[in-house]
């Protein structure tokens, strides 16, 4: 960096950040947040040399917008998929006063078999459900939508390369929410459109309709294309968009929505298959998980929340990242980490221990329960939770946990139950935020940053031609539910922490573009 004097470096530096943050149960919060920020007038390349210029006075010359959770830069729904969406209809169960509805969980399902001579590469899929919603592509967790009120106003985007097949499933758990004041039936529907991209470069859209299937009692593996659908029913139309309780309130999202969601929702409780389950004898149990990208993506990074009934030890790609906690009950503070990857694929392995009963010295519950996020170099991100694909052996074996170990003698893994299940309930509850991906803490009542409390903005640079800029907002400009109304009458659920610790990050960074003229 030699010959770099004070008028080629170009800096941005954080003065000072205040935030005010509170949260009320199931609504997105009213936010305060106020900066100052100190800069260096703007600089500009004439002639081969910088020069400052005139300095940037008007808040019109700065913008902002809201940090939530990470999102894929530059993915938008196309205008045939908004167009689609805005004119297919709600459906739902069969029932005798739609679009009200018994609260529970439906389990849908959508088969899409190609044209001849077609092959799809990519699908894109714009989806709203009243209440909440998991979605499930060729037995693959995608997403959900977040767990706030009157989240069925806010459409879920998603974007997601596909593997090579005859025909794709699409597979939904839908959940439909008491009212909140009688605590009986309430409105349900399920508002989709699925944008199929083929090789050629043409594309086909299906929209949620009467060729639809559901039931009330899935069996297990109902979201994989194995899974046994005898007896489902054909799904109800209940309104087009725009008409019925739902109205035109359904906003389009601008970006992917972010499928990486570090909770055990999705996830089950595995183990080898016993006698009597959820019981095994004491003992260990080797686990692993291959995970191979779709075509075109590359491997970058893994965020996992990760328990076992008792303890465990944890290995991607061979190497140990981490274990169990040394402790009582140690399966009840899931343990979350982050691993690099690369290429494209990776192996998961875990070697799990169950304990002896403390009463009986006998059999005990034996459980291993997973999610794992991951990330592409791309931006974008696919989901894996435990279940059923992964592969089990009754020892463990010396190097079980290299990815060039094999284990085509293993067996599938038995599912123990959903997570909730008895036993355990849903007392598994997540020690540590992950680094990457997942839901992080919400920023606490008041956050204050200054340069001298982030050491690399203590740095000695050239003394800047500074201008003070103060800039200030208040709310969002999407309506968003108030803490004082109810949730379309339903019931509330999780409190809406969406302003994050990426808000922090964001603000602490130090850019710094150095240009050797």
């Not at 305060?32 to 260096?40: G, K, L, M, R």
């Not at 390349?45 to 008007?58: L, M, N, Q």
């Not at 004119?87 to 169960?93: A, R």
């Not at 503070?333 to 990857?341: I, K, N, V, Y």
């Amino acid at each position: 960096m030699s010959g770099v004097t004070g008028a080629d470096l170009l800096t941005f530096q954080l003065a000072s950040l205040s935030c005010y943050y509170s949260a009320q149960p199931d609504s997105r919060p009213p936010i305060y947040i106020q900066w100052n920020v100190c800069t260096n007038m703007f600089l500009h390349r004439v002639a081969g040399k910088f020069t400052p210029s005139t300095a940037h006075t008007s808040r019109r010359s700065f913008t902002s917008s809201w940090i939530d959770k990470r999102q894929v830069a530059g993915t938008t729904p196309s205008l045939d998929l908004v167009t689609a969406f805005e004119q297919s209809s709600w459906i739902w169960t069969m029932e005798s006063d739609p679009p009200n509805a018994p609260a529970g969980s439906v389990a849908f399902q959508k088969t899409f078999t190609p044209p001849a001579g077609k092959l799809p590469t990519h699908t894109n899929i714009l989806m709203t459900v009243d209440d909440q919603f998991s979605l499930f592509v060729d037995g693959n967790f995608v997403g959900q939508s977040p767990r706030t009120a009157d989240i069925w106003k806010n459409a879920q985007f998603f974007m997601l390369v596909l593997n090579p097949s005859a025909s794709h499933l699409f597979a939904v758990n839908a959940t439909n929410l008491a009212d909140f004041t009688t605590g009986g039936p309430g409105p349900a529907g399920i508002l989709a459109a699925i944008e199929m991209q083929f090789s050629d470069g043409t594309s086909s859209i299906l929209t949620a309709d009467s060729s639809w299937i559901y039931t009330t009692s899935p069996a297990a593996g109902w979201n994989t294309p194995a899974g046994d659908t005898s007896g489902w029913s054909a799904a109800q139309l209940i309104n087009a968009y725009g008409a019925g309780p739902w109205g035109t309130e359904v906003l389009i999202p601008t970006s992917a929505s972010n499928s990486c969601n570090a909770t055990f929702d999705n996830s089950l409780w595995i183990w080898s298959a016993e006698s009597n389950p959820p019981n095994a004898p004491p003992g260990l149990r080797a686990f692993r998980k291959t995970f191979t990208a779709p075509s075109g993506k590359t491997l970058q990074s893994a965020s996992i929340i990760l328990t076992v009934d008792n303890e465990f030890t944890f290995f991607v790609d061979g190497q140990s990242i981490g274990q169990s906690l040394s402790e009582t009950d140690a399966w009840k503070s899931a343990q979350a980490f982050t691993a690099p990857l690369s290429g494209t694929s990776a192996v998961f392995a875990v070697n799990a221990t169950n304990l002896p009963d403390p009463n009986s010295g006998g059999d005990s519950a034996a459980g291993l329960l997973a999610t794992i996020c991951i990330t592409f170099t791309d931006g974008s991100s696919q989901t894996i939770v435990s279940d059923i694909t992964w592969k089990v052996f009754n020892t463990v074996p010396a190097g079980f946990q290299s990815p060039s170990f094999n284990d085509l003698s293993w067996n599938a893994a038995h599912s123990q139950g959903a997570f909730g299940v008895a036993p355990w309930n849903k007392d598994a509850i997540v020690t540590t935020s992950p680094a990457t991906g997942g839901q992080s803490a919400p920023l606490s009542a008041s956050t204050v940053l200054s340069p001298t409390s982030i050491p690399f903005l203590t740095t000695n640079l050239p003394a800047p031609s500074i201008q003070l800029i103060t800039t200030s907002f208040e709310t969002s400009t999407t309506p968003q539910p108030s803490p004082s109304t109810p949730s379309k009458s339903k019931a509330s659920r999780n409190a809406a922490g969406f302003l994050t610790e990426t808000m922090t990050a964001a603000f602490s960074l130090l850019l710094c573009i150095i240009v050797n003229v």
